[in-house]
């Protein structure tokens, strides 16, 4: 039995929702709730030793990291959202690479701010603006040329951004997205799909 201990509000918990969604892979889904610290807790850390969510057990098989979660799931369940070529696999694994260290560390201050009302300083704010307008704009670059950030395919890679992006949209950070029309039209795109839909209710 396949189960997920998440919470379906974590970005990160999305990601692997997402992922199960798009296989169609079936699981049971036992969630933390972060908002009592049940993610410090002794049970929790025992699955996840940084005390973060989600993580997963497959049988007699556990490990947690969002995206090694999410390659992991589409390897067994189907294969479907990664490249079969080397040079869309790297692809894919460049734009993961830059949604964890360029992308989602920016995209988050302004959901720590308002979403979950967790205060920045107006320099932290600022600092994340200018941030995430040098990533979208190497994204609405690349999406000028591709459909999805790893070539004509939908992938992980467009998976690890739509959970950010879910909660920024209703933040001021929309306005920065809205200069991008690539990355406006394939969210607009990508925010359709059925599964989206599902994971983010």
């Known amino acids: 039995m396949l189960t997920i201990f998440g919470n379906p ?7 692997v929702l997402m992922t199960l969604a798009e296989n169609e892979t079936p699981y049971e889904l036992s969630v933390i709730d972060f908002t009592k610290g049940e993610h410090k807790g002794e049970a929790h850390v025992a699955r996840q030793p940084f005390g973060r969510i ?10 947690f990291e969002s995206r090694a979660m999410s390659r992991y ?4 369940f189907s294969g479907k959202l990664v490249p079969a070529d080397a040079r869309g696999r790297a692809e894919m694994e460049k734009w993961i690479s830059i949604e964890t260290s360029e992308f989602s560390g920016h995209a988050m201050k302004f959901v720590y701010q308002y979403i979950f009302q967790r ?3 107006p320099a932290v ?4 603006t200018k941030g995430l307008e040098t990533t979208l704009d190497v994204m609405d670059a690349r999406l000028a040329k ?5 070539g004509d395919a939908f992938t992980i890679a467009d998976i690890c951004y739509m959970p950010y992006i879910g909660y920024a949209m209703a933040t001021p950070a929309k306005d920065l997205f809205a200069k991008r029309p690539h990355v406006m039209a394939w969210w607009n795109k990508i925010s359709e799909r059925p599964t989206w839909k599902k994971v983010a209710g």
């Open 9 to 15: 509000l974590s970005t990160c918990t999305r990601k």
């Open 54 to 63: 989600p993580a997963l057990k497959d049988d007699d098989f556990e490990m």
């Open 73 to 76: 799931l589409n390897e067994k």
């Open 119 to 121: 205060a920045q300083e």
């Open 125 to 128: 704010l600022e600092a994340a």
């Open 146 to 150: 591709s459909a999805y950030l790893a």
